[in-house]
């Protein structure tokens, strides 16, 4: 049987393992837990971004390959609210207000927002979620966007 010792011990090495694997400065239990949920965040964001990159590369080698490249589209979690960014290499008229309408029905208001409908489109907004709505997660901010580009008409 492991006596209390051995457990306390076996925490505390697990905490400073942790505490090293986050490069956290933290001395007491709860810091050290929060530094490595603001960690994972992170690496969660960096994940993030290089596969939109991935994804953008894809679609440069698509398009070159005379392959219909498919639309890219991300959304990071700010601390109230998303930052959604979709690109496409071809213009699609009309396309901003189909989006948009994927966020009224989400229930997100549009705090700030920049488009460029010239030879492709690319589109990059804060959305904040509407007080007393239900909490809305980046997955389902994803899918309506892109659900919003595939019912588009000129797609």
């Known amino acids: 049987m492991v006596s209390k010792e051995q457990k306390r011990a076996s925490l505390h090495e697990k905490l400073q393992i942790l505490r090293a694997l986050t490069h956290s400065q ?19 964001q960096k994940i993030s971004k290089l596969n939109q990159e991935i994804a953008c590369v894809h679609n440069t080698t698509s398009t070159a390959l005379g392959e219909e490249p498919s639309p890219l589209v991300s959304v990071e979690v700010l601390e109230k609210g998303f930052l959604i960014s979709v690109f496409m290499d071809k213009n699609s008229p009309g396309l901003l207000a189909s989006i948009l309408e994927a966020f ?12 460029s409908c010239a030879s492709s489109f690319r589109f ?22 892109m659900q919003a580009i595939r019912s588009y008409p000129g797609n």
């Open 26 to 44: 933290a001395a007491n239990k709860k810091s050290i837990i929060a530094d490595a949920s603001t960690y994972i965040k992170e690496l969660k």
């Open 104 to 115: 009224d029905v989400l229930g997100l208001t549009v705090l700030e927002a920049r488009a």
């Open 124 to 145: 990059q907004a804060v959305g904040g979620e509407d007080e007393g709505e239900e909490v809305i997660d980046a997955d389902a901010v994803e899918q309506a966007v």
